[in-house]
């Protein structure tokens, strides 16, 4: 089975402290995601990676960045967090299928952490 | 504006009873529809994925329909159990071409509870 693991379930931090969220997968995917998830508003893409050291922005990259030193592991990064940024964040990986669109295969999702910044 | 809109937003059914889900798109050109299962503190699981041409599709007691013509899926839970209370989230893709990316919606979700 794919197994994609997060490092914390809950995390509380300070307004303006760096955090560290970390996500491995170990199915040997190419592509690996980081999602946050609000009431009402569904998952929004922060994040993705379809290689090592590549990244590209999703739909609200805005006061994240990320790092993909390994293929297996995927970091987000909020830089000085803000309260806005309370939410549960969700890492994925899926394979890369050659002859598909890079969406069109599974995407295998992590337990999510539940961040909360006071 | 969302372009996967789903309802009802939340719905309680009897265990052993039935339900459907609405998920309604605007994403074009579309790829494949994937209809998602979040239990509680856990990330989304994929039940069923369907593509342009296909109009049915079952994975044990989930039946998901399309009609690519006027944008609509459905989500039908047959003979409901205890284990079926969960968010059921609809994702669309589209525009992508082969070896390249389009892009991915997300609806909100239906909050299913089924109660004894």
């Known amino acids: 089975d794919v197994k994609v693991t997060q490092s914390s379930r809950y995390l509380v931090k300070r307004t303006g402290e760096k955090v560290f969220l970390e996500c491995v997968q170990d199915?040997?995917?190419?592509?690996m995601f980081w999602y946050r998830q609000d009431p009402g508003l569904g998952l929004r893409l922060i994040y993705f990676s379809y290689d090592v050291k590549m990244k590209e922005k999703g739909d609200i990259p805005e006061g994240y960045s990320v790092s993909r030193e390994k293929k297996e592991r995927f970091s987000l990064i909020l830089e000085s967090a803000s309260t806005n940024q309370t939410s549960m964040y969700l890492c994925?990986?899926?394979?890369?299928?050659?002859?598909?669109?890079?969406?069109?295969?599974?995407?295998?999702f992590g337990p999510g952490t539940r961040l909360t910044v006071l | 504006k969302n372009q996967v809109e789903q309802s009802p937003q939340s719905l309680i059914i009897l265990e052993g009873k039935n339900c459907t889900l609405q998920?309604?798109?605007?994403?074009?050109?579309?790829?494949?529809l994937r209809w998602y299962k979040q239990d509680t503190g856990r990330g989304p699981v994929s039940l069923t994925i369907m593509t342009f041409s296909e109009n049915t599709k079952s994975n044990g007691r989930y039946t998901a329909t399309l009609d690519a013509d006027t944008k609509q899926s459905s989500l039908h839970i047959t003979a409901s159990q205890l284990s079926d209370s969960a968010s059921y989230i609809c994702v669309v893709s589209g525009g992508g071409k082969t070896d390249s990316w389009g892009k991915l919606q997300f609806g909100a979700g239906t909050q299913v509870v089924v109660t004894p």
């Open positions: 998920c309604n798109y605007t994403v074009s050109p579309f790829s494949n």
């Open positions: 994925a990986s899926s394979p890369l299928l050659t002859g598909t669109s890079g969406w069109d295969n599974e995407q295998f």
């Open positions: 199915m040997d995917h190419e592509n």
